[in-house]
């Protein structure tokens, strides 16, 4: 399809400029004294041509590639998301084949098979509503919701839910909030921003502690992500905010993940205009670090 694209704009360009040329010069030769030899002119515009040819060449190389390189985003994400639900789709599919071979048991008898089916259920879920949420943020549909909004609270019902599972780990949860200041922002992305660092946080820490800070300046709102867990390579920090992106080991420790939420918790910080940093040492822990402008 690019290169298809990429000849016909070649064509198109060598065509009307050559028409032009042609018109132009034929304008010329008619208007000029008898003596003008057409062989120069021919040559002339025979030169014209080729130097138009070579130079639409390099234009639409230069116009193409951020297409080509958009469309081959697009490939390796539709790829990519076909991977993610083969897996949920199959169990769903296999569990299912278990129960319905088995027409006269009970529901009761048949439990371990249903709960496998709504748990793959739910995680394909999840998995369409992240797909959702980043292809409308690639077409700017996904508009944020401004309000004023008080942080304590929205942290305090962010991080709530993570609180059974990390007592059961063993891992506290240290939160501080600065007492009785607001933000004026989207309140649902925020929490789900916190959400998925602490998810994240969780899901890689077998011990330890997990820490979220979130302090206000007159400039700007800051949020402190750190845990104590396994920590991440060098090499893997600049690409840990790329849709599906996981390393290796923790894609086998954590099958349940999509590789989406980083990506969405970058797209949410740069809508408000903030930044999104991480530092990480392996055995360590990671740390991540949200920076967002305040609006008054």
């Known amino acids: 399809m690019i290169k298809s694209l990429r000849k016909r704009f070649i064509a198109f360009s060598v065509l009307v400029i050559s028409s032009i040329i042609i018109m132009i010069g034929l304008f010329v030769f008619a208007g ?6 057409a ?54 599919q296999t569990n299912l084949e278990v129960v319905m071979d088995s027409p006269a048991e009970t529901v009761e ?36 919701e401004i309000e004023t909004f008080m942080l304590e609270e929205a942290v305090s019902q962010a991080i709530a839910p993570f609180e059974p599972a990390a007592s059961m780990k063993n ?32 899901n ?20 402190t992500v750190s845990d104590t867990g396994h920590g991440i390579e060098a090499e893997h920090l600049d690409k840990i905010f790329d849709r599906f992106y996981r390393v290796a080991k923790t894609r086998k420790l954590h099958q349940d993940g999509s590789g989406l939420g980083l990506a969405i918790a970058k797209w949410i910080v740069r809508e408000h205009g903030g930044t999104l940093e991480v530092t990480s040492s392996p055995g360590v822990g990671t740390s991540f670090k949200v920076l967002l402008p305040v609006i008054h």
């Open 32 to 37: 000029s004294p008898s003596n003008l030899p």
């Open 39 to 92: 062989r120069r002119y021919i040559t002339t515009a025979s030169l014209a041509t080729a130097m138009v040819f070579v130079g639409s060449w390099l234009l639409s190389k230069a116009a193409i590639r951020p297409i080509q390189a958009a469309w081959h985003k697009q490939l390796d994400f539709t790829a990519d998301a076909s991977h993610e639900l083969r897996t949920p789709i199959a169990t769903i």
């Open 109 to 144: 008898s048949q439990m371990k098979w249903l709960k496998n089916i709504e748990a793959e259920n739910k995680r394909m879920a999840r998995l369409v509503e992240d797909l959702l949420t980043l292809s409308r943020a690639d077409t700017d549909q996904q508009a944020l």
């Open 171 to 202: 891992i506290a949860l240290d939160v501080r909030v600065d007492k009785g200041i607001s933000f004026r922002g989207d309140r649902k992305r925020f929490k789900q921003l916190i959400v998925i660092l602490a998810d994240n946080a969780l």
């Open 204 to 223: 890689y820490t077998d011990s330890g502690t997990i820490t979220v800070h979130v302090t206000r300046s007159e400039k700007e709102l800051k949020l």
